[in-house]
């Protein structure tokens, strides 16, 4: 088929790759000319593992292009996937600027019947607005389809060629039955609905996996005070197959650019229905007080007196395997101990950039390696569980600490890994 995404982030780049990969003719636009550009060199924007080589091939067989040029693209296409942003608005509502703007150029581009499809994630009911939005600006005909998206960041390719499910939500058949076509080739679980429900499956889906996250959390919290281990509590529920043991790894909360954006944006849905989502507003509280958990733990130990003290940070991205940092909860641990005088030395493996880019690049010592920040640090506190920490020498990394404090806002180590060493060691839940 010929398929042609608009936006090239995170889903419409991932998808177009899959896509491709799965033998379609697949045409990328971003209205980013320096994007573009570095696509057809080669260059991947964003870190995702796999991407680069995937793009590559896809390219080299001719599957995959990049442009600027929308309209081209459109008429090349019977297919038109939209993927463009939809970041949060100050109130929390989901801002559609981008996607109106795109079903606008689509809809003056068209030279024939399209298939327009949204996979970006948008408020129920938006989808028939666009609807309306393209008829007013073109004759030709055309279906809409809602395509939600499910791939998460640091393992997006997996989850797009093997994703549990494609849920399609569309108003007449003919147009289903060709998304069907396009995703049997991915799985066998391909739900067909209307548009308003599938457009609310993608909200329910990832609100519902952040109140998993959240309820762990705060088992978690109750387990330190009553000495139970919240590993073994997530572990012995998971087997549990109505619970499912995926999602129960307890911390120092969810970031990024999905959950904390979609949960608010659903709690406005919600409210603009005049129905208060009392169970997701309690989500949100609690994984936004989980991530001072670890600046309660370094105030007991140092008893309240965090001024003049040296903190080394392992980790900035919302999650290992990414160099996003939206939302992270290191942005605002980091800014909580640089702003109560504290002496911060951090390190990611691939984060920094992004980091710097969004916290300023005044303030904290950057280092070049996990060890460098850990030098003579009074206490080390690690918020991302990339593998590399996972692997550290923990007699290694007590020698260049200054004091063996470790706090451990991901569960890396086990306390028998830690018992033994010295290490004055503080994990979440147990
Ligand atoms: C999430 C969903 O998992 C995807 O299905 C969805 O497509 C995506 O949002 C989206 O809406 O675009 P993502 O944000 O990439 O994907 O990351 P996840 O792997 O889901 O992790 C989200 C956050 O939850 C991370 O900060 C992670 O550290 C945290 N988390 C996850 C936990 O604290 N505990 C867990 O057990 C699992």
Redo the contacts with the bound molecule.
Sequence with gaps: MNITIIGTG??GLVSGVCYAEIGNDVICVDKDPYKIDMLNKGKVPIYEPGLKELIATNRLAGRLAFTSNLSNAVRHSDIVIIAVGTPPLPNGEANLSYIDQAAIEIAKAMNGYKIITVKS?VPVGTNERLAKLIKSHTNMAFDSISL?????????IQ?TLYPDRVIIGAEYQNAADTMVQLHKPLTQNIVVTDIRSAEMI?YA??AF??T??SF??EIANICEKVGADVTKV?EGMGYDKRIGS??????????????P??TSALIQIAGNVDYEFKLLRSVVEVNQDQRFNVIRKLETIFDGELNGTTIAVWGLS???N?D?VR???ALEIIQHLVDNGVRVKTYDPVAMESFQSLFGKEGVIWCEDAMEAAQDADALCLL??WHEFAKVDLHELQKVLKQPILIDG?NVFNEEQVLGTGFIYYSVGR
């Design positions: 995170y889903v994630t939600p998206e499910f791939l998460r960041e640091g393992s997006a989850d993608k889906s990832n996996l952040a998993k996250i762990i959390n997530a995926s999602f129960l790894k307890a911390g120092i909360g969810y970031g990024g650019s999905c959950f954006k979609d919302f999650k290992p990414t996003d939302e992270s909860p991302t569980e991901r």
